[in-house]
């Protein structure tokens, strides 16, 4: 095992408070949109949609909580959620409830928080992986 670095887990304590913001701001933005969908899809797939946002946001905020070494448990739970939310986001491209514009941002906003909790995931599988 690598030595362990102090240093760096306050790198990693930087990057997991800097994905509450941003998570903030896709979320915002998911929802302007999702209330502008049509009305049969903003009921069904939108209400999903919301769903799998507030989950992330909480386990997001558990991250942050939890003792350093159960939060591996919770990257993973995120990153499922971001890959869910991408497979959302092309149904409503692919059915055209959104347009590329649209999609394209959102895409951007989700994958920068998919960017910081895969760097989280590497950093706690390296380090804390053992404990679980």
Known sequence: MEQYNPLEERQIENKTLSIIPKTEK???????????LPRTEKFSIGTEYKTSL???MS??????????????THTIE????VQIQRIYLRIMKNNRWIDEKKFKVSLDLLSEIGKIN???????GK????SI
């Not at 896709?26 to 502008?36: A, C, G, P």
């Not at 558990?62 to 070494?69: F, G, I, N, V």
């Not at 380090?127 to 053992?130: A, L, P, V």
């Open 127 to 130: 380090n804390y992986k053992e």
């Open 78 to 81: 995120i990153d499922t959620l």
């Open 54 to 56: 507030y989950k992330m």
């Open 59 to 72: 386990e997001i905020i558990y991250l942050s909580k939890e003792p350093l070494e159960k939060r591996y």
């Open 118 to 124: 895969g760097g989280l995931i590497k950093f706690y």
């Open 26 to 36: 896709y979320i915002q933005y998911m929802l302007d949109l999702i209330f502008k």
